[in-house]
């Protein structure tokens, strides 16, 4: 009867791989990932391969590279066969890869060498395809995609093919020709790139500040660090805008040559570009005055047309008109406008990071409201 | 069923159930031995739960919550441990004044120490004197420190949270008044009076820069609406100057207690 019991409830390891398991099923990661540790701290090292990969599993789909690439190496050192051994190490060249690291992901698909089975020598062949592609060296790249490819399937080498052609103008429009037509002629950069709006912008602010330079010539002192700022700006801009546009490209003829390999969705999105953006519009779906209305039509107005055309010369996180508009929000008009105008007079370039904590990422200087 | 019998008795000796007390303690220990507190609090609530006399499985189960930061369930599992018990013993009477200290509950932190003997005398001294010092009671923490001189003269971190309750004693905070009266004098002067010079000098700048152009614009033309315009800039600067300057006061007076604030919190990390 005891021994019934002690049974009934005792749990080995493959009772809580199972228990594991079922979590991951339930998609319930952070659990799963515990029973999974748990299996792991017990497991002779054998059986550490196969858990080791099933935690790193549930890193991978935590977008955990890190931690994920940590636990495939694991399961790699314990794994005694060769084979295992490959497809652990190109599991870790697809961390890599996620986490956007191509020249590490291309110097580790050197260190395995194509001398593999033809399963992961098909790998290794489109995983050195992407990591060339995500370099945006474009010619080895769909060499390599071509090798990944059976020579018989003739369909899908021919789609290469054409796709390979269309690749040539992944490369257009040329970042430096648009800053340097920014640079001669303001606001034409910008047009080469596609974008006409904001290259008529560009020639508006700048047309605008330099016909009141002409008819307010005491105001030259002022206007002239802005004429600057805004040309500069354009330059620069006109040069992301050329970066977005290829990236855009990429990420099309990406998605496109991956239907060739419809056996890696989930490298699908490794290129997919987000609209950063901020949305400036949500203190207008805010706003719940008439007042706030006008500040927040002010304030995206200033936005669009004039900070979007400037460098990036607020030394603080949040921008000062950001401040400015969070102020208001908090403390209402009088006391909110005062001390944006104030944040406006703190906003120099001699601040040190005596002065205010800085962000390492933004490289900014950290004054929330 | 001889079979399964045997097969029975064999999993029973040779298996290696997982989930029993001895398993679940021994990674319970790895898990906080490698600081991964949230993970270590989770594996010591089974331990707790296959074996509730398990006093020390309990203690580190409340240590692994209060190091993992959720003061909350630390303070449940001990209200818990301990039902309608006034004082808790050693050494959980420890981490509840741990507890109380991490979630700034200094004014109860001390009145716990005052009223529980069972304490450690130099635990008692250690939270005693950090939470006076973060309470700002810094003549109290000085006399507190010096009556514990007598005891131990030559103990550093006594010395060290003495020389902050003097320096917090000396410390010369701004008058926010008095940066706006100055702001309002000469513009950005009540910035520098904070030690703001940089900020001063740009309010000063352009106040002034503005103010001149307003005037000139009156003289050579005038009413003008450019006159105008520049007056109200340069008055916008001028009263954001006045406000800044009161600001740039609070926020000097609160840095400088930050600072101490930060020095107690070292040492009682330490």
Redesign the interface.
Known sequence: MLLLITNAIAQDIGTVIGFADSLYNERNYNLALHEYRRAFFFSEDSNKVLVGQKIAGCYLLKADYCMARSYFDSACSYSKSVYGKTGYRLQIIRCYMLEKNFETALLRLNEIGTDTSHYYSKKYQLYTAISYFGLQQYDEAFQAFNRALDPADSVKITNLLNLTEESKRLKHPYPFVASLMSALLPGTGQIYDGCWVEGANSILVLGGLTGISFAFPELVVFTVPFIDRYYVGGIIHAGQYAHERRAKKQERSYSQIMTLYPENEQLLGLFSTRDKRPGYRSYLKQADTLGDVLSSYFFIIYKCFFSSQDVDACVFNPTCSVYMMEAIKRHGYFIGFLDGVDRLLRCHPFITANDYSKDTQTDKFNDPN | MGAI?IS??S??LF??????YA?SLN?AN?LFSKKDYQ?AA?EYKRVALLEPNDTLAMLRLIQSYRLANDFKQAHVCLSNFFPDCPFYPEPFATENIKMLFGTHQYQQCLDDLKLNASIDSIIKIKYELGSLLMLHKWNEAKNFAERQFIINRKNRMLDDMYQTALQGIDLKLKNPRLAAVYSGLIPGSGKAYTG?W??GF??FL?TS?FSW?AY??FKDKGITA?GFIYGSVAF??Y???I??SV?SAVSYNEQAKKRLMRRVEVWMDN
Request: no cysteine; charged share 15%.
């Open positions: 019998f029975m008795v999993y029973t298996g290696q159930d997982l989930m029993n398993n990674y790895y993970d989770l703001q940089k900020d740009y309010a352009f820069a152009l000139a614009s450019a916008s600067f009263v954001s100057t406000y800044g600001k």
